[in-house]
């Protein structure tokens, strides 16, 4: 009875912490899914309806209604379903993406839980901090200014003090000479004095040049390797221009968990990773109205772009004017770069080149996209040969060539990346 | 101290003197003023110390400015289209019809435009392949001289005017509409609607190359006016009669494929066809042929004759008037033509490229005795290419003249370029009110038309094709017009006229899509709804019906018709008397031969004209005489002694121009030595001399040929005797990529050939040896002595291999080299200059009556062998040879480089790194094969080549790969075996988990290719067909003896002769080697 008891007692523990984890991911498939079209929790009219108070709404027992009309509601509707049919025509028989085969029934049970469960918080303070980051990062750079001020400052200061004190030393040195009787000491002109001195100590200013002219040419060598490349190695800051909306991939990638390729959809296609079209926004921003950081002010460039009136809810093609991002990773025209290659194939995270997009209000480019960095890369990366019978004939070879020896990684390099002909065509 | 020197010297009176002026003079640095201020008088804005400073800053701002990040903007659709993803093509099937050429393509189409043309691999005539003509017909689309507006009398207008005006026009009457074929089934059901609204209208076709006469001799001797199907892979032995089958006659892409199926062979499978050619031009079917005799063109007939009269009495027919052959070499080989023809009855085909209706018959005659017909030839499937009459023509000048046509049509023709000047119809076009003419550009028609309707690109418009009989096609746009509002007034397709002016609402889409729906959906039993039927049309492009259907729906409609026929009329259409052969003979016969003859013929590049304004067709080499940007008579060697003209051509010795005279028609010409040419013709290209400017690529460009075409029995044929020939003393500067004719005794290294008796019956080593070298230790094989190690090739290992026997130069490779790699057009002047820049090009070698053996024989000593081996013979016999970069395993090109611009990878492949090269050029002085270019300009940005250079105008620069770096000046670059197809392939097989499949990558020019000659495979995948290529006996690399290892490997060329052909070998080191091997074999044995 008591191992009965508690055995229950476990249960329901442990459905209790499933149900959270339910919720949880019934959340984030609702974010992947259905987010487009409906408000989870409020009534707001998206494409869809708003999702508040449906278990109210649909025919009892709700769960199982609504499982049916997510995996298949052109079925539903086709069956005769009074309900079905009447939502149908409701919103002017806009067909609703049928999920059967995308999602099982464990995912709408899920989903439904999460619609159970009350709202999310909203986030708004990761908006101050994130503003707060941007003025302290002005501040930094004010400092930085002052501080070549400041030097040119203590050398004009040196530099007065040094001649004053010369005057004194020759004012007293003087003195001592009438005293002494001596003659009255000639000042010579500075000029004089300074050769004077660089020929006394001409080892000293021999040495001096030589590590002046090397210092010279070190850096104006180490310049030259920058020109093109719109990155600092030691601050780790990119080109990072002014977009013609300010877009932040840090609430949607970040505070909103959009995956990347919801929008750069061609990631996995092509050898671009797009940049998303104006529709892609609009499946979100036809909703969402506002922002949080911006107001309606941004929001309203996308309807511009779109030619959307948000009052009517009408688009109007002949409006329609694409938006003119900058492009802030460039390569040269003489590179061949595909997403596909190192997202599919090398199985690469956006992050390894991107940076953490997930924290960047205005996007700016994290790696220096020079050769050498990507040669580095190609050293040190692994390829997933496994289980890809394209490089069957590839792994036995490298196994064989490496038989006996330890740590060694099949890097891209082992199989060929650093090859001209891999990049340049 | 000055007291103490007695001696003073002075330079000149004025400083013994020491005046005044001279002391001045004497303070001032320069005697003169310094002339500042002159170059301004000049003309010049700065002087020349102000040009320093200038030039001081401007170099310090260019070096400043440089240094500044560039804004890239990237601007994404607003609703991008659900198909297009930006990097990824698109592929869509369609039809290219000019009214010249067909072809059934696939099209290639990134970010929304057409880039790239294919042959559908769906359609039965194209099988994938294409043409040089139909590749390069992509580049029309962004034309910038095509029209972008109607217009009328002289000023573009709007459409509805237009409109109004051609309704005003066709409600007067007495309409004729003058075409090219017509294959459009919508089309012709559409003129069909539109002449019942019209009092008096007529449709006539007519083609600028005319087939008409092998047409009404079918419809006299057979009684159907046909041009049936010949199956030249069902033909064991081909004789042909100036019959350009491989490069333009009729559908090449089809026959060349075919014939070529019969021509590879190895030692298993040692059969092939034999091709015996009669011509006056050296054509590329000439040049391809086992055996070529050179004929004027007024004896074609009576070698057909004689051909018939031989057969007639070995097979016990009558035989036919006596053609009396005097030239004993052709009457022998009548002889024993007519043998052979007779062993392979029923498997062999004759055919005959000249527009005559007497010689036309005569081959059906000989086609009938071989009972060839049902067999290689068949009349059930006919082409509905080439289906104009010439008499139609005739009869509309006639009726032009007497001002009986109020309004004239044009479509896809030309007449007043290409009319013959026998017809003057410009003359009977002024006699004509509304001279309406549909067109691309402001041609020489549309210069004289009131009305101009300004063209649809064929990549722009809806359409469909009934090519041969059972083949439906479909054409799609690929792309919104090129030409549209609110820019320009706008292209509209002919169609679509048509449908405006018989004021029908519905689009041509619409209308081709019911037509479809009513007339060729029951032509199959697949599909049961029409809908399904239409979507997997439109998705292949074809639609190719089951014969037996087909016929079924054929005959009931035939049927009706006669059952119609017959109630209505009866006696206006009962077939006309039949006309015996001898008659066609006796006429055949009688053709008086001439002084000098002119043979007028198409080139493979150039075609009938109507793509002249094609850059990449002008700088096509022609395969046989290797000249770029030009036309030119053809005149035998002979008769360029005679009338002493230069033969020699290089690039500082210019060739002559000739006048040309016929019939009151002058023109002056340059003359280019033709070997192979019969001596006493001439030849004469068509589709150059285009006298319109807008046409800037091909304005003034050679002459036209088209007004020496003349008429024969209501034919228009391209031959004309009685042509004078006169030299003028000009010179004419020529461009050929070739000036060298023959190999220069180099065979075995580079030109390896063999007959094929001998190659049945001796073994590899005697036909195809392995180069040897002298080592220390004795002769060894090239193979085995090696200076470097030998690299990995872990993974693939890729190769080339081409079939010479395959290959018969029609050049589509070279132009689909050019498209795909983004290889920059330079000009007939750079050509000069040997700058072209082709990746792949065509070697063409003739060979020459002077042979090492010859001369060993005969005693000539070394150099007098050589100088007379430089000469090609007469009637030479010719070899093609695609030559692009060989990736040799141990490239000269690569130990050179001094910055390694050049390397090997671990594939195989020698890559050229544009960026990294600081040009030397060291490589392409040390590549053996001379296939490295130089960029000598930045030809995107340099003036000179903006009407020439695809990748220089805004608009062209749309047909660039954008997958393919375009190279800037001062870098080498070379063939990548279609390096980023490569990569495109091997990324597909990663991303889909799978072993790279054989066929995954096609090189461009293997794409292309119509005769299969080209392979491109992975030599470490040992089921890949590029390896078994190389088991043939024939493979072998060329200059084995340098031991570079080239990648790229040749299937030698067997020619079908009795002759032997291995005089090459036989006598020198081959056999030296071979005695000393036995005598090496023998000690051993000892």
Known sequence: MNIKFSASVLLLFFTQIFFAQNADNGAKLFKQNCAVCHASHSDQKLTGPGLKGVFDRVPKPADEWLTKWILNNEKLIKSGDAYANKIYNENNKAAMTVFEGQLSENDVKDILAFLKAPPPASKNTPVAQSDNKQTSTAETEKSKGSNYLLIFLVIFVLVVLWISLRNVRIALQNVVNVKTGKPIYEPQSIGDEIKEWLVKNNRLVFVLSLIIVFVGMKSCWDELWKVGVYYDWKTQKGYKPEQPIKFSHKIHAGDNEIACQYCHNGVEKSKHSGIPTVNICMNCHKGIQEGHNTGKAEKAKIYAAAGYDPSTGKYDESKANPIRWIKVYNLPDHVYFSHQQHVVVGKLQCEQCHGNVKEMDVIEQKNPLTMKWCINCHRETEVQMAGNPYYDRLHAYLKEKYKGKRDVKFTVEKIGGLECGKCHY | ?1086
């Open chain 2, 1 to 1086: 101290m000055n007291n103490n020197t007695p001696k003073k010297y002075w330079r000149g009176l004025p400083e013994l003197h020491q005046s005044e002026e001279f002391l001045q003079q004497h303070q001032n640095e320069f005697a003169e003023e310094i002339p500042l201020d002159n170059s301004k008088d000049e003309g010049l804005k700065t002087n020349r110390r102000d040009f320093l400073k200038l030039m001081g800053f401007s170099t310090a701002a260019v070096a400043l400015a440089s240094c500044e990040t560039p804004v890239n903007r990237v601007v994404p659709y607003v609703v991008k289209p659900e198909e297009i993803i930006p990097g990824v093509p698109n592929y869509y099937a369609s039809t290219f019809y000019d009214g010249h050429d067909f072809a059934s393509i696939l099209v290639k189409a990134r970010e929304g435009r057409p880039i790239k043309i294919d042959g559908n691999e769906l359609s039965s005539i194209n099988k994938g392949k294409t043409t040089a003509r139909t590749q390069a017909s992509i580049l029309g689309l962004y034309d910038g001289a095509r029209l972008n507006a109607p217009i009328l009398n002289g000023k573009s207008v709007s459409w509805k005017e237009i409109d109004a005006a051609v309704k005003k026009a066709l409600s007067e009457g007495s309409v004729r509409l003058l075409t090219s074929t017509v294959i459009s089934p919508s089309l012709k059901a559409l003129i069909q609607e539109l002449s019942t609204t019209i009092n008096d209208f007529k449709h006539i076709q007519w083609d600028e190359v005319s087939y008409s006469a092998i047409r009404s001799a079918h419809q006299k001797l057979i009684g159907k006016n046909i041009i049936p199907e010949y199956h030249f892979d069902k033909a064991k032995l081909i004789v042909g009669i100036a019959c350009d089958f491989l490069g333009n006659w009729l559908n090449p892409v089809e026959f060349s494929r075919e014939y070529a199926l019969n021509r590879k062979v190895s030692k298993e499978a040692a059969e092939m066809s034999r091709h015996y050619h009669f011509e006056s031009n050296m054509s590329l079917t000439g040049a391809n042929a086992d055996y070529r005799y050179m004929v004027k063109p007024s004896e074609f007939g009576k070698i057909l004759v004689a051909l018939y009269n031989a057969i007639a009495e070995k097979t016990g027919t009558n035989k036919l008037a006596d053609a009396n052959i005097q030239n004993k070499t052709i009457a022998s080989a009548i002889n024993k033509i007519s043998e052979e023809l007779i062993a392979h009855k029923g498997q062999s085909l004759v055919v005959c490229g000249v527009n005559d209706e007497n010689l036309q018959a005569i081959v059906i005659g000989i086609n009938q005795l071989l009972e060839n017909y049902s067999k290689t030839i068949d009349t059930t499937i006919t082409y509905h290419l080439k289906s104009g009459s010439d008499s139609d023509f005739l009869s509309l000048v006639e009726e032009m003249n007497a001002g009986k046509v109020k309004t004239l049509i044009t479509y896809q023709v030309n007449p007043l370029y290409s009319a013959p000047a026998f017809t003057k119809f410009e003359d009977a076009y002024t006699k004509v009110t509304n001279k309406i003419h549909a067109t691309n550009y402001l041609d020489e028609t549309a210069q004289k038309a009131n009305i101009v309707l300004a063209n649809h690109h064929y990549l722009e418009s809806w359409g469909d094709a009934n090519p041969k009989t059972g083949i439906y096609t479909l054409q799609q746009p690929l792309i919104r017009p090129v030409f549209a509002a609110p820019k320009y007034e706008g292209t509209r397709q002919f169609e679509e006229n048509l449908l405006a002016w018989t004021n029908k609402s519905e689009d041509y889409y619409t209308y081709i899509r019911n037509y479809w729906k009513a007339n060729i959906f029951n032509l199959q039993n697949k599909d049961a709804d029409f809908e399904t039927f239409w979507v997997n049309a439109l998705h292949d492009g074809i639609f190719e019906s089951n014969p037996t259907i087909l016929s079924e729906v054929v005959s009931s409609k035939e049927n009706k018709k006669e059952d119609k026929k017959k109630g209505n009329k009866t006696n206006e259409e009962s077939p006309k008397e039949k006309i015996e052969l001898s008659t066609f003979a006796s006429n055949a016969v009688s053709a008086k031969s001439a002084d000098f003859e002119l043979m007028v013929y198409e080139k493979v590049g150039m075609g009938n004209g109507n793509q002249s304004n094609n850059p990449w067709l002008m700088e096509l080499p022609d395969p046989i005489s290797k000249v770029v940007w030009d036309n030119y008579i053809t005149v035998s060697l002979e008769d360029m002694d005679k009338l002493g003209f230069e033969k020699m051509l290089r690039q500082d010795k210019d060739g002559s121009i000739a006048t040309l005279e016929l019939n009151g028609i002058k023109i002056e010409v340059p003359v280019l030595p033709q070997p192979g040419q019969a001596p006493g013709t001439i030849g004469l290209a068509l589709g150059y001399g285009r006298n319109a400017q807008t046409l800037k690529v091909a304005h003034q460009i050679g002459v036209n040929a088209y007004p020496f075409i003349q008429n024969s029995n209501g034919h228009f044929v391209t031959v004309s005797t009685g042509v004078k020939l006169s030299n003028t003393g000009k010179k004419h500067e020529f461009a050929q990529n070739q000036l060298q004719h023959t190999v220069m005794g180099r065979e075995e290294w580079i030109l390896r050939e063999v007959s094929l008796p001998e190659f049945k019956a001796k073994d590899k080593e005697a036909f195809n040896p392995a180069a040897v070298i002298l080592t220390a230790e004795g002769k060894k094989p090239v193979e085995e002595v090696d200076l470097w190690d030998q690299h990995p090739r872990p993974n693939h290992k890729w190769g080339l291999t081409i079939d010479m026997n395959a290959c018969i130069g029609c050049s589509a490779c070279v132009v689909s080299c050019s498209i795909e790699n983004n290889v920059h057009v330079v000009g007939k002047e750079e050509v000069r200059k040997t700058r072209d820049m082709f990746w792949l090009r065509i070697d063409r070698y003739y060979s020459s009556d002077m042979t090492r053996k010859k001369a060993k024989e005969e005693g000539i000593g070394y150099k007098e062998m050589n100088l007379e081996m430089e000469n090609p013979s007469a009637n030479p016999k010719v070899t093609f040879q695609p030559i692009m970069c060989q990736h040799c395993n141990h490239a000269p090109c690569e130990t050179v480089c001094p910055v390694l611009a050049t390397a090997h990878s671990t594939e195989g492949l020698n890559q050229m790194v544009y960026n990294r090269c600081i040009g030397t050029r060291y490589c392409a002085n040390n590549c053996p094969f001379k296939v490295r270019r130089f960029n000598w300009f930045n030809y995107t940005e340099n003036w000179r080549f903006k009407d020439v250079n695809p990748a220089a105008q805004e608009l062209t620069r749309m047909v660039l790969n954008p997958d393919v770096t375009v190279r800037s000046r001062g870098v080498i670059e070379k063939c990548s075996m279609c390096q980023q197809r490569i990569q495109a392939g091997k990324l597909q097989a990663k991303k889909e988990g799978r072993k790279l499949q054989d066929k995954d990558i096609q090189t461009a020019c293997q794409q292309a290719c119509p005769t299969n000659a080209i392979i491109f495979g992975d030599l470490n995948d040992e089921n890949s067909e590029v390896v078994a290529w190389r088991k043939n006996e024939r493979n072998y690399v060329l200059l084995e003896e340098l031991g570079i290892r080239p990648t790229v490997s040749y299937l030698l060329k067997v020619r079908n002769v009795d002759e032997p052909l291995l005089d090459w070998n036989e006598e020198l080191w081959y056999e030296k080697d071979k005695s000393e091997k036995s005598s090496n074999k023998e000690e051993a044995h000892a």
